[in-house]
């Protein structure tokens, strides 16, 4: 029987500035830190309205947040600040990979799930439904 101890971690690796950098994508702790600092974040998954400005404000600190959090050390400072000075090249390749390693399945699936357990509550007729239950009615499948 396998175990999660068993199960290799899926990490991808990127290239910045001539090293090659570990990424294992953005776990639990780290998406509860980036949504507990970050409320635009927050409100963009769930289909709320958010002040371009308040955007654009909070968007070079998300961004390092969330780079440090996929690289593995989620709230690290120092980590954080290093995310901050690379190009904006070597961010964009860091967060591609990110996304594709935390959301394998895209964006929508992993709000519908949080809102179907309750952890995000959609506004009314907003992406992810009511916040009353699964957006979606298809079947989960079983994991037998």
């Given amino acids: 029987m396998v175990g999660l101890v068993d199960i290799a971690p899926i990490v991808e690796k990127v290239t910045v500035g001539g090293a090659v950098i570990d990424v294992p994508g953005v776990s639990a702790a780290g998406i509860a830190i980036l949504l507990y600092r970050f409320p635009e974040l927050r409100k963009l998954l769930t289909g709320v309205t958010v002040d371009s400005d308040a955007l654009l404000k909070a968007g070079p600190g998300a961004l390092a947040a969330i780079l440090a959090a996929g690289t593995g050390v989620p709230g690290d400072e120092a980590a954080e600040a290093a995310a901050a000075r690379l190009p904006l090249g070597d961010q964009t390749d860091l967060l591609t990979a990110i996304l594709r390693v935390t959301l394998p399945g895209g964006l ?37």
């Avoid at 952890?119 to 009314?124: D, N």
């Fill in 108 to 144: 929508d699936p992993f709000v519908e799930k949080l809102t179907s357990l309750g952890l995000i509550i959609a506004p009314e007729g907003a992406a992810g439904g009511s916040g009353k239950g699964r957006a979606s009615k298809s079947r989960k499948r079983s994991r037998r």
